[in-house]
């Protein structure tokens, strides 16, 4: 498994870590923090440029960062006076691109298919 760490079924969650990943997915909810890991998608860069490249303002994007930070989605390195921020790892961006992939799926109205699993137990 990815980063030799053991991976927890879905559905074999408990309450406490089922509601950290809530959390976690709730970092998708404002559109300006998806922009700003769309950007960092794309590779490292400081507050001043991410708030360039998504319109904001720079305190505003360090506020957003400082959500992302805690939640494990983005890191912070020293640049001699700025900090560069990247996305945590590739499961990050793995993450956006699913979550893009999904609404895609929606918007054209691609039919779910099932899991393999799901039609083998019908």
């Given amino acids: 498994m990815a980063h030799g760490r053991t991976h927890?079924?879905?559905?074999?969650?408990?309450?406490?870590?089922?509601?950290v990943v809530a959390e976690t997915m709730q970092a998708l909810a404002a559109p300006s923090r998806v922009r700003i890991?769309?950007?960092?998608?794309?590779?490292?860069?400081?507050?001043n440029e991410l708030a360039r490249a998504?319109?904001?303002?720079?305190?505003a994007v360090s506020h957003q960062l400082?959500?992302?930070?805690?939640?494990?989605?983005?890191?912070g390195?020293?640049?001699?006076?700025r900090?560069?921020?990247?996305?945590?790892?590739?499961h990050v961006g793995e993450l956006l691109e699913q979550a893009i992939s999904h609404v895609e799926?929606?918007?054209?109205?691609?039919?779910?298919?099932?899991?393999?699993?799901?039609?083998?137990?019908?």
Avoid: N
């Fill in 37 to 47: 890991l769309g950007r960092l998608h794309a590779g490292p860069c400081s507050v």
């Fill in 77 to 81: 390195r020293r640049d001699g006076r």
């Fill in 8 to 19: 927890r079924s879905p559905e074999d969650l408990d309450a406490d870590f089922a509601g």
């Fill in 105 to 122: 799926h929606v918007r054209a109205g691609l039919a779910r298919t099932a899991p393999a699993r799901q039609l083998a137990e019908a």
């Fill in 66 to 75: 400082r959500l992302l930070r805690h939640l494990g989605l983005v890191a």
């Fill in 83 to 90: 900090v560069v921020y990247d996305l945590y790892d590739d």
């Fill in 54 to 59: 998504v319109g904001m303002e720079s305190s």
